[in-house]
T-cell receptor
Framework: QKEVEQNSGPLSVPEGAIASLNCTYS??????FFWYRQYSGKSPELIMS????GDKEDGRFTAQLNKASQYVSLLIRDSQPSDSATYLCAVNEGAPRNDYKLSFGAGTTVTVRA | GAVVSQHPSRVICKSGTSVKIECRSLDFQATTMFWYRQFPKQSLMLMAT?????????EQGVEKDKFLINHASLTLSTLTVTSAHPEDSSFYIC????????????FGPGTRLLVL
């Protein structure tokens, strides 16, 4: 599997602030990028996907992709205590040659302080 | 939509026994399903890719004779941990992809296995 790097954190932000999460990947041919949220003891839940350079917004979440820099980020605006979780960055190098496999980062743990 | 279930959610077994975990796509047909294992404080590690009607493709280092995968239908894949040992204790999670949206994986709730 290809390398996906994330800062493990923990990232502590006050309620209402912006949480900024970063992810870099090693495979230049990667085409699809995903952010999953994983609560402690639970399985990952898809929150964002992004395929093109630029920003993609969905509610309080904004994903940013820069393929030239091999960098993808996630911004969480107006952070809430319920956002406290581990956020996993996942990268797909471009199916079907890899059977649509995802490479996951180790995850960034976010804690939102009330 | 895109709901994936797993059964059981939690299982405790004795060393040497076999455990079967089921993964079902409830509201869609999944041509491809994936099996992951996650140890505490670590990220997901892909074990194998399962395609309906064909043999699973295992990742390097995963013993195919120990972790038997069957993908008999477009909505069901099973993982059997044979002759389980304490080191197999982990969180096993499956995911599935929708046809036409193959690059997006939807995860089941996971199965926590404890081998005594």
């Amino acid at each position: 599997q290809k390398e996906v790097e994330q800062n493990s954190g923990p990232l502590s932000v006050p309620e209402g602030a912006i949480a900024s999460l970063n992810c870099t990947y090693s495979d230049r041919v990667s085409q699809s990028f995903f952010w999953y949220r994983q609560y402690s003891g639970k399985s990952p839940e898809l929150i964002m996907s992004i395929y093109s350079n630029g920003d993609k917004e969905d509610g309080r979440f904004t994903a940013q992709l820069n393929k030239a820099s091999q960098y993808v980020s996630l911004l969480i605006r107006d952070s809430q205590p319920s956002d406290s979780a581990t956020y996993l960055c996942a990268v797909n190098e471009g199916a079907p040659r890899n059977d649509y496999k995802l490479s996951f980062g180790a995850g960034t743990t976010v804690t939102v302080r009330a | 939509g895109a709901v994936v279930s797993q059964h059981p959610s939690r299982v405790i077994c004795k060393s040497g026994t076999s455990v079967k975990i089921e993964c079902r796509s409830l509201d869609f047909q999944a041509t491809t399903m994936f099996w992951y294992r996650q140890f505490p404080k670590q990220s997901l590690m892909l074990m194998a890719t399962s395609n309906e009607g064909s043999k699973a493709t295992y990742e390097q280092g995963v013993e195919k004779d120990k972790f038997l995968i069957n993908h008999a239908s477009l909505t069901l894949s099973t993982l059997t941990v044979t002759s389980a040992h304490p080191e197999d204790s982990s969180f096993y999670i499956c995911s599935a992809s929708l046809a036409g949206e193959m690059e997006t994986q939807y995860f089941g709730p996971g199965t926590r296995l404890l081998v005594l």
